[in-house]
């Protein structure tokens, strides 16, 4: 039980702030404030959804407000003029997104766009409300600055994946963790050539001629929309 249920600030909120309570208490900076500080944020948010694949944000537009993610993920990708996507990161619950806050933060069109991945479920709060929250509040001030840093490196290394290693080590590894993350035996991943080709920054052709070879070789067997494992050791001796 974290500190925040412990001080007992919970059993005071009302129904509708317990579940923006639940969504906020992901993030360090509102398991940080004081209990006035909480009280202002719950005051300030609103409760958001999306289903999978809905627009949340669009490139070269501006934003009013600042999504916080309690479940499920925010995809944040770039497309090209061929309508190739890439994506650049996965916003997951009490992470953050320096797309959308320097949008919202600064007025500026956002850099990239972004969907729900899954059924995504957050708060928001209103640009001008959180700059002046992050102006008297330093763990809010934090939260902001390690976004754009963070993030960051994160977009470094996607580049020096896509310049430096071959399309079917990365693709071995995408499989291996979407099969990690699922339920069934054995494992599917529910994905399709497409989403796979814009989580790798490649064409879809490429990744349909992978594939066959996958399952031409035992390690998976292809199904329309998914992709079920069948020699876990066969993707990881691709990885090497």
Same mark, same amino acid.
């Given at each position: 039980?974290?500190?925040? /249920?412990?001080?007992?600030? #919970?059993?005071?909120? *009302?129904?509708?702030?317990?579940? !923006?309570?639940?969504? =906020?208490?992901?993030? @360090?900076?509102?398991?940080?404030?004081?209990?006035?500080?909480?009280?202002?944020?719950?005051?300030?948010?609103?409760?958001?959804?999306?289903?999978?694949?809905?627009?949340?944000?669009?490139?070269?537009?501006?934003?009013?407000?600042?999504?916080?993610?309690?479940?499920?993920?925010?995809?944040?990708?770039?497309?090209?003029?061929?309508?190739?996507? /890439?994506?650049?990161?996965? #916003?997951?619950?009490? *992470?953050?997104?320096?797309?959308? !806050?320097?949008?919202? =933060?600064?007025?500026? @069109?956002?850099?990239?766009?972004?969907?729900?991945?899954?059924?995504?479920?957050?708060?928001?709060?209103?640009?001008?409300?959180?700059?002046?929250?992050?102006?008297?509040?330093?763990?809010?001030?934090?939260?902001?600055?390690?976004?754009?840093?963070?993030?960051?490196?994160?977009?470094?290394?996607?580049?020096?994946?896509?310049?430096?290693?071959? /399309?079917?080590?990365?693709?071995?590894?995408?499989?291996?963790?979407?099969?990690?993350?699922?339920?069934?035996?054995?494992?599917?991943?529910?994905?399709?050539?497409?989403?796979?080709?814009?989580?790798?920054?490649?064409?879809?052709?490429?990744?349909?001629?992978?594939?066959?070879?996958?399952?031409?070789?035992?390690?998976?067997?292809?199904?329309?929309?998914?992709?079920?494992?069948?020699?876990?050791?066969?993707?990881?001796?691709?990885?090497?």
């Amino acid at each position: 039980m974290d500190a925040v /249920v412990r001080d007992g600030f #919970v059993e005071t909120l *009302e129904q509708g702030q317990q579940r !923006l309570h639940g969504v =906020l208490q992901r993030y @360090g900076f509102y398991q940080n404030s004081t209990p006035s500080q909480r009280l202002e944020l719950l005051a300030v948010a609103s409760p958001v959804s999306a289903a999978d694949g809905q627009p949340l944000l669009e490139a070269g537009y501006s934003c009013r407000d600042v999504l916080l993610v309690g479940e499920g993920q925010l995809r944040v990708y770039v497309t090209g003029e061929s309508g190739r996507e /890439v994506t650049l990161y996965h #916003v997951g619950p009490g *992470e953050s997104c320096p797309v959308n !806050l320097s949008a919202a =933060l600064m007025g500026i @069109g956002a850099f990239a766009d972004a969907s729900a991945r899954g059924e995504l479920r957050g708060v928001v709060i209103t640009a001008d409300r959180f700059r002046r929250i992050s102006e008297a509040n330093p763990d809010v001030r934090e939260y902001v600055l390690n976004a754009t840093v963070l993030r960051f490196g994160e977009i470094i290394s996607l580049v020096r994946e896509i310049t430096t290693r071959r /399309v079917d080590h990365r693709l071995a590894e995408f499989l291996l963790r979407r099969f990690d993350e699922s339920p069934d035996r054995p494992p599917v991943a529910e994905v399709t050539q497409q989403a796979i080709a814009a989580e790798l920054g490649t064409a879809r052709e490429v990744v349909s001629r992978r594939l066959q070879e996958l399952e031409n070789g035992g390690a998976v067997e292809l199904r329309r929309g998914r992709i079920i494992l069948r020699n876990r050791r066969a993707l990881h001796r691709i990885i090497g």
